[in-house]
Nanobody, 121 residues
Framework: QVQLVESGGGLVQAGGSLRLSCAAS????????MAWFRQASGKEREFVAV????????LYADSAKGRFTISRDNAKNTAYLQMNSLKPEDTAVYYC??????????????WGRGTQVTVSS
């Protein structure tokens, strides 16, 4: 079993930055891709970013390109999402997910419980 715990969410003004962290349990972390999704109130869950098992080939949603950076530190079993130039439309619950595959769809094997990000105008 893999457990994921997100942290780093909070309230920030438009234009500000946050760094989300996702701590993973178990030894399988280094063999799995890591991804971030988000879900705004009343909206469907949507893809944000994904990175492969070795920390390469990052892929971003159009809404995140140029503003967000996904990374991972396999020695710490932790993935990160650096979010800059935040906009009110970024407000959502952010979830990390992991899977042996590499995809932008929502059918990931393991999910965290999420962390709230709120961006004020």
């Amino acid at each position: 079993q893999v457990q994921l715990v997100e942290s780093g969410g909070g309230l920030v003004q438009a234009g500000g930055s946050l760094r989300l962290s996702c701590a993973a349990s178990g030894s399988a972390f280094r063999s799995y891709s890591m991804a971030w999704f988000r879900q705004a109130s009343g909206k469907e869950r949507e893809f944000v970013a994904v990175i492969n098992r070795s920390g390469g080939a990052p892929l971003y949603a159009d809404s995140a390109k140029g503003r967000f950076t996904i990374s991972r530190d396999n020695a710490k079993n932790t993935a990160y999402l650096q979010m800059n130039s935040l906009k009110p439309e970024d407000t959502a619950v952010y979830y990390c997910a992991t899977d042996p595959g590499f995809r932008t769809t929502t059918n990931y094997r393991y999910w965290g419980r999420g962390t709230q990000v709120t961006v004020s105008s």
